[in-house]
């Protein structure tokens, strides 16, 4: 490697290398810590007690568990969605973020994993859901959103790490490469599996890394469809409609986008790696993020279309959605999913750290609460007065929520601490064709 | 510099994967194994009673029928374990010193029941129905053994849901006749039924796997 080459790349293959890494990801890094350990505590209380300690109960048989669930499922769906696409176009803006877009999609399936699991009363049999030969020759209910569950997280668990470890591997090499510390070399080179940067190397890498990002493509379609599909197999009339899968697969999209764009924003800000996410990148980054709240507002409207369209106890259950007692949770769906994107139109809004942070984050918050109007506002009010209650949540809920994102942030500081969060084989590949044409 | 890794590394590394892969599978087989072996579900495994109570003797050499101390068997869910007054209808006669009758005696004074360990507990959630069985034709033994020749009670079948689903999916194999139902080491098993009850059997199995005949 030439060493104008390695100049390219130096600030981030410094950062995993460097000995100490600074006070304010060792606070952040506490910080999040505590959640996780908040999370280990909400998750022993809810295996001792049970799914007592929640705040769910007839009509409200799903809480904070799928409402989590959905909107994990969806960051994890979009994000590698977005990546995918880049690697297939070979897009220039995949060296930016294409490498923490992955990361984001992997930790958010770990955080989602754990809610199907959790939920079921009794998480120690979760392997029931798994077909192999049990002892009481029962396999499991195909017909069951349980087993459905399983096989959507494992394969989504499978390809989103596949994702982000084969474009690692070229990257690893580097690190090991450049480490100061014989044993850090050694560890990194285990990791690299013995990369050697031949022309073979690289053609099997392409071909590799392709090949699971077009996996991507229909594995998102299917996995966030089979969420909507939980939904639509049951009786509650909100969630049984056909345009559901659409609805979760395009929201998750505009999810997915705003939580790569905070973090593209937060690294570059974080780790100064302007002149690696440049401003082009940031900008290109919140124009799709506007276009993708663009379509989520589309859909909203198509949903309100279509109740008009339904039958009586459809259009009902559409319609005690945005005016009945969960409308608070609809409407702040709309203004922080669909109005404060609307921000990005300026083009100084997309050039601000400040602004992206705000959109990224508020397009997370709206769309949490989308799923929160889904599930629980889709359960309507029966004729029975004993179940005349409205849901909310517990502090184990809460607790459980918050220790997710506690450990979604651990794992992004931890890949920010010891892996390169740009791609740098990418960057220097684009360097190269820049001077050669 | 000296090389971070050996020419052999590469190969060491495809088959630390291969080992990996068969280790998986291994482990997978292992567990097969595991959770169907007799010692997983306490077969021949007796349980500390509070009399050491002999099958072999009273039901084997004596010949005293099931019924006798499972008194209920026939009419209800539980067989039942019999009081300290079934005992005491024979032991106020014979062995009346013993010592280890001691807790018979005492619980028949104070009129407790006498805390038996149970061998065959099955889950709270299976409803097992034993007068259901035995009227219909599953002998004692077909679940419990040879319990006449038992010094000490011991399983001899898992007891496993997998084990209850071998019968019901096809039970003629394992049904006797009515008289036959109390006796021990009966043969043949099965080969005698009527053909409306073979008959019978072919189109009831679809409800004996059923999932609420058993979990309710």
Redesign the interface.
């Known amino acids: 490697m030439t060493s104008e080459a390695q100049a390219v790349t130096r600030t981030v293959a410094e950062v995993p290398l460097a000995r100490r890494f600074g006070v304010i990801w060792w606070g952040a890094l506490l910080a999040s810590g505590a959640l996780v350990l908040l999370l280990g505590y909400t998750l022993v209380s809810v295996t001792l007690i049970g799914v007592g300690v929640w705040g769910i109960n007839i009509p409200f048989v799903w809480g904070f568990d799928l409402i989590n669930y959905a909107w994990w499922i969806g960051i994890a769906n979009g994000a590698s969605l977005f990546a995918a696409i880049l690697v297939l176009r070979r897009h220039d803006l995949r060296t930016a973020v294409n490498r923490f877009a992955e990361g984001v999609a992997f930790f958010a399936v770990i955080c989602a994993g754990i809610f199907p699991i959790i939920h079921l009363g009794r998480p120690w049999l979760f392997y029931w859901v798994f077909p192999y030969p049990a002892t009481f020759q029962v396999w499991p209910q195909f017909r069951s959103t349980l087993t459905w569950d399983f096989w959507a997280i494992s394969t989504h668990a499978i390809v989103t790490s596949l994702l982000w470890y084969v474009g690692l591997i070229p990257d690893l090499a580097t690190l090991r490469d450049r480490a100061r510390n014989r044993t850090v070399k050694r560890l990194y080179g285990v990791f690299a599996l013995g990369w050697r940067g031949s022309v073979r190397d690289w053609a099997y890498h392409q071909r590799a890394y392709r090949l699971v990002a077009i996996l991507v493509l229909p594995l998102i379609l299917i996995m966030q469809s089979t969420v909507a599909f939980e939904f639509a197999v049951t009786l509650v009339p909100d969630w049984h409609e056909t345009r559901q899968p659409l609805h979760f697969v395009a929201t998750g999209l505009a999810q997915g986008l705003s939580i790569v764009l905070l973090v593209a924003v937060l690294l570059r800000w974080g780790l100064r790696l302007g002149s690696y996410i440049d401003e082009g990148d940031i900008d290109l980054l919140g124009r799709l993020v506007l276009a993708s709240a663009l379509v989520s507002a589309y859909l909203y409207v198509d949903e309100i279309v279509a109740a008009l369209l339904a039958d009586g106890i459809a259009q009902e259950a559409t319609f005690n959605r945005l005016t009945g007692d969960y409308a608070g949770l609809y409407w702040t769906a709309i203004v922080y999913s669909i109005l404060i994107p609307q921000l990005l139109w300026l083009k100084a809004a997309r050039r601000s750290t400040v602004a992206c942070i705000f959109v990224g984050f508020s397009i997370g918050v709206g769309i949490w609460f989308d799923r929160f109007s889904i599930i629980v506002g889709g359960l309507q009010t029966d004729y029975l007065p004993s179940i005349w209650r409205t849901y909310s949540p517990t502090l184990a809920e809460t607790g459980l929520f918050l220790g997710t994102i506690g450990l979604f942030a651990a794992l992004l500081l931890l890949f920010v601490r010891f892996l390169p969060v740009v791609s740098m084989f990418e960057t220097r590949h684009d360097e190269h064709e820049e001077k050669s044409s | 510099m000296a090389q ?2 050996t020419p052999a ?2 190969t060491l ?1 495809r088959v630390a994967i291969v080992l990996l892969g068969l280790g998986v599978v291994a482990a997978g087989a292992v567990a ?1 194994v595991w ?2 072996s007799g010692s997983t579900w306490n077969v021949g495994k007796p349980a500390p009673q509070p009399v050491p109570f002999r099958h072999d003797l009273h039901s084997g050499s004596l010949r005293i029928d099931c019924r006798y101390c499972h008194s209920t068997v026939e009419r209800a869910a539980d067989a039942g374990m019999p009081s300290a007054q079934t005992c005491m209808s024979c032991h106020s006669q014979v062995w009346v010193g013993a010592s280890v009758l001691e807790p018979i005696r005492s619980s028949f004074l104070l009129g407790q029941p006498i805390t038996w360990t149970s061998v065959h507990r099955l889950p709270d959630y299976a409803y097992f129905n034993h007068a259901a069985h035995v009227a219909k034709g599953v002998a004692c033994e077909t679940c419990h053994g040879r319990v006449d020749q038992m010094p000490k009670t011991v399983k001899t079948q ?1 007891m ?3 084990w209850c ?2 019968c019901h999916r096809d039970p003629t194999p394992n049904l006797r006749p009515r008289e036959a139902v109390f006796s021990m080491g009966f043969e043949p098993h099965g080969k005698d039924l009527p053909e409306d009850v073979r008959v019978f059997y072919q189109e009831a199995s679809r409800r004996l796997t059923s999932c609420s005949t058993c979990h309710r």
Do not use: E
């Open positions: 971070l890794f590394a590469t590394f097969y959770a169907r898992t496993s849901m997998g689903l071998d």
